[in-house]
């Protein structure tokens, strides 16, 4: 009966119809309603005008339907989702995907921070950028790309190099993620420099990762204060890769050369904008916190490494500076 009753409900009949084609009271199929209700388990036949731009984000929107408890509690996330404004920092061989990736799904505010212009070393593996954007900066020309996307995006720019002072809210205002592409002088530092910043200021961030040989670091994300930061993760490290270096030495290789290739970029630059998506929707736990990950291409594979927040972190631990701390 409960089959017959369910096949019911395709948007053509009113509950009064279906409980007397199936001979059920009507308060009986009320009840029925509101326990799918409450389960996100029922769609409106026609949600165009609960959602914006519905049409254009229909498939986007449905996808997050799977995760939601209710018609009113997608349209909060997809609310959340297209307010948000997401900064990303350091746009080449994963961040110029993750700009494209997050703009095609929804969010409708972001900002790119870079100083470099596009060089021919950049295109088997930047998204956007061709031989005729060389010399321009990467801000520039990932923008343009982004508004033929959809021309109603919000999309500053920043032509600065992060360093240890470079984020400030006089500079890039307020946001509600920060993603850290950037890995001049190296991905240890910066993530210390935006992870820092975000702490003080209370906003969720995510370490954008690398490439080194055939293997791709699918970084972690951070909620302050929920999950363990930058610097709880840089801790253990520290403690677990502690080696005797007594007979050890240094072999210095000048202008290392390190390989890369399009499809390692976008598979770490697509982790990233999946982990963005579930932070701005405040309805979808990262699957990132407290994890980091090693995608290896060779194997096709990821290793996880789970990290805990620790009560002795400088940042967020039990005297931790950053403890609680909102802006």
């Not at 021919?120 to 990932?142: A, C, M, P, W």
């Not at 003080?200 to 080194?212: A, L």
């Not at 999950?227 to 520290?238: R, W």
Request: net charge negative.
């Amino acid at each position: 009966m409960i089959e017959q009753v369910l096949t019911s409900f395709d948007g053509t009949l009113s509950l009064e119809e279906i409980a007397s084609l199936h001979d059920v009271t009507l308060e009986t199929l009320i009840s029925l309603v509101e326990f799918l209700r409450t389960r996100g388990l029922l769609d409106n036949v026609s949600p165009s005008s609960d959602f914006d731009e519905y049409h254009r984000f229909r498939r986007v929107i449905h996808f997050l339907s799977d995760f939601s408890d209710s018609h009113e509690s997608l349209q909060i996330m997809w609310n959340k989702i297209r307010t948000a404004r997401v900064l990303i920092i350091g746009i080449g061989a994963v961040g110029s995907w993750v700009a494209t990736n997050l703009i095609e799904s929804g969010i409708n505010h972001i900002a790119l921070m870079d100083p470099d212009v596009v060089d021919i070393s950049n295109l088997h593996r930047q998204f956007s950028y061709t031989e005729s954007d060389i010399g321009r900066y990467k801000v520039d020309v990932l923008k343009q790309y982004l508004l033929t996307l959809n021309p109603e995006v919000s999309i500053d720019t920043y032509k600065k190099r992060l360093e240890s002072h470079t984020l400030s809210v006089e500079l890039i205002g307020s946001v509600d993620l920060i993603i850290n592409c950037a890995d001049k002088p190296n991905v240890d530092s910066t993530s210390l420099w935006v992870g820092e910043y975000c702490m003080e200021h209370n906003i969720p961030h995510i370490v954008g990762g690398g490439y080194n040989l055939h293997l791709s670091l699918v970084g972690q994300t951070v909620i302050p204060n929920k999950t363990a930061c930058v610097k709880c993760f840089q801790k253990t490290l520290e403690e677990e890769n502690v080696i005797d270096t007594t007979n050890i030495k240094k072999l210095a290789v000048k202008n290392r050369k390190v390989g890369s290739v399009g499809p390692m970029c976008s598979i770490n630059a697509s982790f990233i904008g999946m982990e963005a998506i579930k932070v701005i929707s405040g309805c979808i736990f990262p699957s990132n916190a407290n994890r980091r990950g090693e995608f290896d291409v060779i194997a096709m594979d990821i290793e996880y490494k789970d990290f805990q927040r620790r009560e002795d972190c400088e940042w967020c631990g039990k005297t931790g500076f950053y403890n609680n701390r909102r802006s």
